[in-house]
């Protein structure tokens, strides 16, 4: 506190001593004073407040700090692992197909080897983000779920409509289009289908996305052909035997176009407006309150009352805003009041937390609270924005009545030259709007273009990785339906995950005996598949001999015949014949060239 002394620079050195110790001594006497007349805190409930604030202030009004990610961080394996460990389990038990051997670990991140592409597929069109990476299963289930709500979704409608003996046709074409070999057999009761038939299914499912992303790939390409004819129609050559521009060339062209169009806008905004304020003065001159000679103070006049008339307006429309605002500002503090003490509640105890929290939002009362908040909320909103578009009006009578101040009239004008100014004026700023628009369209065009070229590669991209994911799905299918994949049983949700791991730990096994046995000739060449499953990183020589024994009868079977179908099949057709809808269909397709 700052203290003002007369004569303090006539006293002496101890003089001036002794006043700065009175007046630290009257100041303790001060606060003495004070804190015995105050009331006792509470030292626990001083702290208790004080963490609330924080508590508050970090989870309403700023992000809080996190440390830097970091993957070797003992909490960050564990949290990976146990998401990873869960999902693969989940997806085993729902007859999914787990795209590497979970025994791998994470070591197979740092050399992903034959798993490559796969995992460039699970992580980039999914959306990985740097703490997710390895959560490549935790994805797969994710999109194995959605392929059984479309399952489910599928039989609802085609059943209930009498048609699935449709969707069972659409499914025989899709894989013919492909080139895709395999008996389909798909059931009403998806329960009740084999494996293989649940897995080709799925393979339909990704042959429709990929139908999809190929589309894209198209359009885009057409796209591309039409705004580059528009472009050269209006007279520019940019772009000329460019296909296609990557991230880095896309972004920096884009923020320069944008830069370009950010100007020529402005430049036909002011047009717009100066067009706007000629039309205004055109429109007072034909007035009828003016004559046949307009005096310089008529003409003004007319303007400012517009200005009066604006101001009117705009100070009813800031009362009815502010007003807006206060009724609204009892329900804003309350929501915020419950975001603060729902926080609390979740910290305290999280499950419970969360159960009371839902319990109150289904209350009546907090859910007519929570419509009177949003009710009030879009009235403020509108009351704002009609202020806001008031004092823009007043901008712009305050210029209509600036211009009239500065015409160069003299005292009185004929009415005549009067409206003859104001039509060129008008003539005038349509010229310069047109002219502003020009280059505007032309910047539009460019950044069309650019928008195209640089959707191209990341679409050709996306169809690209699909394609590896379809792939690898193909390879499944065969090891399914020659016999080399887990004991299926009909209907088989119920296998065991041991029996799961069992056969992952034998597939080399069977692919090195396989592939070392000549093919048999059986009235017509067969052809041996050849690609090696992407399931088998395991040595051969680790293996057991019987694991190998068990699967040797198995392997003189067709691809196209496994034991349990044709099982199925045999007992469908000894059973009495029954309704369209309810048998199973069945259809063997060629095998010409996957992908070709």
Known sequence: MDVKIKGWFKLTSGQRD????????????????????????????????????????????????????????????????????????????????????IELGFEVFNNP?????????????????????????????????????????????????????????????????HGLNGDVQLLEEQDKQSKLDDWMEYQDYELRTYKRLQKDFKEAQERLASRRKALAEAGISAFEGVQELEFASEYSL??????????????????????????????????????????????????????????????????????????????????HGKQIEWGDKELEDPEEGARMIRLECESTEHQNRMKKLAELGKKNHEAGMAHFMAEEEVEFAEEGYDAARLDNLGETVERAALLKMAQGEVRSAQTQVEEAKEPLEKIKLKGAV???????????????????LLEWIEQQRQEIAGGRADIETEGGRGQSNEA?????????????????????????????????SILSPVDPAKVSEASSKRRSSRQKLSVLCDPPQAAEKMTIDSTAPKSRSKQAFMVKVGCPPLYA
């Open 18 to 101: 002794q006043c700065i110790a009175k007046l630290r001594t009257r100041d303790l006497v001060r606060q003495r004073d004070e804190v015995s007349q105050s009331k006792a805190v509470d030292a626990s409930e001083l702290e208790d407040r004080l963490i609330r604030i924080e508590r508050s202030r970090s989870r309403s009004w700023r992000t809080p700090s996190l440390p830097p990610y970091n993957p070797n961080d003992p909490e960050e394996v564990g949290k990976d692992s146990r998401v990873e460990r869960e999902a693969h389990e989940e997806l085993l038990g729902d007859n999914g197909r787990p795209c590497y051997p």
């Open 113 to 177: 080897g034959q798993y490559k592409d796969l995992f460039e597929y699970w992580n980039g069109e999914c959306g990985a983000g740097e703490d997710t990476k390895r959560w490549v299963f935790f994805r797969q289930l994710k999109r194995w779920k959605s392929f059984r709500q479309f399952q489910q979704r599928n039989r609802r409608y085609f059943v209930f409509h009498n048609r699935f003996p449709k969707f069972q046709q659409q499914v025989l074409e899709r894989r013919r289009r």
């Open 254 to 335: 884009t923020i320069e176009c944008n830069k370009e169009r950010a100007r020529v806008e402005k430049k036909e905004e002011l047009a717009e407006r100066k067009l706007r304020l000629a039309e205004k003065r055109l429109k007072a001159a034909g007035s009828d309150d003016l004559g046949e000679s307009v005096e310089r103070a008529t003409w003004m006049r007319l303007f400012l009352k517009e200005v009066e008339s604006a101001q009117i307006r705009m100070d009813e429309l800031q009362r009815l805003a502010g007003d807006a605002k206060c009724e609204l500002e009892p329900y804003n503090r309350w929501f």
């Open 450 to 468: 650019i928008s195209v070229l640089g959707s191209i590669p990341l679409t050709r991209g996306k169809v690209k990785r699909h394609q590896v």
């Open 500 to 532: 799961s791991s069992r056969v992952l730990r034998n597939l080399p096994t069977v692919e090195a005996s396989r592939l070392n046995k000549p093919p048999k000739v059986n009235g017509r060449k067969r052809k041996q598949s050849m690609a090696r």
